[in-house]
Every structure is written in C-alpha cells, then in structure tokens.
Nanobody
Framework: QVQLVESGGGSVQTGASLTLSCAAS????????MGWFRQAPGKEREFVAA???????????AYADAVKGRFTISRHNAENTVYLEMNDLKPEDTAVYYC??????????????????WGQGTQVTVSS
C-alpha cells in the first residue's frame, strides 16, 4: 500500500508560482512512475506531468502540452516526496491537483488507468 498526501495548493494571481508537494508513505516510490493530474469543475481529470524512472537515480519528465515549459516535476527520494513546480500560472490552471503512483510503469504515462494509488488532491485557484 502507498499513501499519498498532497499539499501546497492555494489562491494566487495570474503569473504567480506555486510548488505542490506529494508525500508518499507505506513504501518507497523511488522506482515508481509518479504523476500529477488535475481536475477542473465540470471537466474530466487530465494528465499534467509524470516522472519516469530510468534506473539508478535517473528520471525523465513528461508534460502535457498545456503546461510544458511552465511546470516541472521533480523528486526528493530521501524524503519520498514528489514535487510539481508551477510557474507563470494562468486562470485555466485552476483545478484540484492530484498526485498518483504507478507501480508497474505501464505503457501510457498520461492515462489515469495506469496509476494504482491516488492522493486526496489539493486546490489551486488562479485569478486574473
């Protein structure tokens, strides 16, 4: 079992930055694919970013087109924590942000179905 707890959300203005944290417990997530998704009111949950383990301490990041160049996913393995640094925030980034863990690193990092464990979410609100 893996428990995930997100934090760091808040209300900011356009152009601001926030960093979300996802603290994992129960087991180390060092070798797991970790992802961030978001869900805006009335919309489906969508992929934001993923961190894919490539062996050793090597990871690669993948991003949705809407956030590429503005968001960065990273990890702190000693703290068993995954981060999502969000810069140049826009009103369309307003959503509940969820952290997720994929134990098997399936073929599609952007698919919700690949992920086995989810956090409870943290709200991000960006006003213009």
């Amino acid at each position: 079992q893996v428990q995930l707890v997100e934090s760091g959300g808040g209300s900011v203005q356009t152009g601001a930055s926030l960093t979300l944290s996802c603290a994992a417990s129960g087991r180390s997530v060092r070798t797991y694919r970790m992802g961030w998704f978001r869900q805006a009111p009335g919309k489906e949950r969508e992929f934001v970013a993923a961190s894919n383990w490539r062996g050793g301490v090597a990871y690669t990041g993948a991003y949705a087109d809407a956030v590429k160049g503005r968001f960065t996913i990273s990890r702190h393995n000693a703290e068993n924590t995954v981060y999502l640094e969000m810069n140049d925030l826009k009103p369309e980034d307003t959503a509940v942000y969820y952290c997720a863990a994929d134990l098997r690193s399936g073929s599609d990092y952007s698919s919700r179905a690949e992920y086995d464990y989810w956090g409870q979410g943290t709200q991000v609100t960006v006003s213009s």
